[in-house]
């Protein structure tokens, strides 16, 4: 199979400092892997796409300089929250893209800012 | 611009009822249409593709481009079936996807 692991599963911060978050493939080399926002009973909202080796494209909306991503191996990419505020609060999802129809889904990290 | 759109936010059945997840979709070009499931406190995994054509765990998805939609069927509905369902929608090789609001499948004994 392929499995996406994210680490970590939840964190509490508190208002104005960093939280980072790992996903990674476990089985499979990624070049692009995907990272959304979810909210409670809401649908996934498409925040960026990692591409190994080169700059993340974000979508509209997204701030790029709160939302830092860096995908520096194939089975790495990290997304930083800077300057957290309790509207960062959120639970984050990141999927790999293991073929041109393959993308698997990582369990999902809990962000609760205070 | 691309949109997914699923209707229903909460569908209740009865077990062994048939059951229709309604999804549409806005894209000019040829799309590749999907149905993700997210059974509860577990991660978002893949049901069907429209390209594969196949059924799975008895669902089937028809993809109807004149009326846009991709609607999600299930004759015979069972209680594990309980839980979210996204269509989704992609329109590139990059492999974004574009996702539905999301409809809340409810199988009730």
């Known amino acids: 199979g392929a499995v996406v692991s994210q680490h970590p599963s939840w964190v509490i911060c508190k208002s104005g400092t960093s939280v980072k978050i790992e996903c990674r493939s476990l089985?499979?080399?990624?070049?692009?892997m995907f990272w959304y926002r979810q909210f409670p009973k809401q649908s996934l909202m498409l925040m960026a796409t990692?591409?190994?080796?080169?700059?993340?494209?974000?979508e509209q909306g997204v701030e790029k300089d709160k939302f830092l991503i860096n995908h520096a191996s194939l089975t790495l990419s990290t997304l930083t929250v800077t300057s957290a505020h309790p509207e960062d609060s959120s639970f984050y999802i990141c999927?790999?893209?293991?073929?041109?129809?393959?993308?698997?889904f990582g369990p999902g990290t809990r962000l609760t800012v205070t | 611009a691309q949109r997914v759109t699923q209707p229903e936010k909460l569908l209740s059945v009865f077990k062994g009822a048939p059951v229709e997840l309604k999804c549409n979709y806005s894209?000019?070009?040829?799309?590749?249409l999907f149905w993700y499931v997210q059974y509860s406190r577990q991660r978002l995994q893949l049901l069907l593709r429209?390209?594969s054509r196949e059924s799975i765990k008895g669902f089937t998805a028809d993809l109807n481009k004149g009326e846009t939609s991709f609607h999600l069927k299930k004759p015979f509905a069972q209680e594990e079936d309980s839980a979210m369902y996204y269509c989704?929608?992609?329109?590139?090789?990059?492999?974004?996807?574009?996702f539905g609001q999301g409809t809340e499948l409810s199988v009730k004994p």
């Open positions: 429209h390209i």
């Open positions: 990692s591409n190994e080796g080169s700059k993340a494209t974000y």
């Open positions: 999927s790999a893209r293991k073929s041109s129809y393959e993308q698997y």
């Open positions: 894209y000019s070009g040829s799309p590749e």
């Open positions: 989704a929608l992609s329109f590139n090789q990059g492999g974004k996807l574009i």
């Open positions: 089985d499979f080399q990624a070049t692009t």
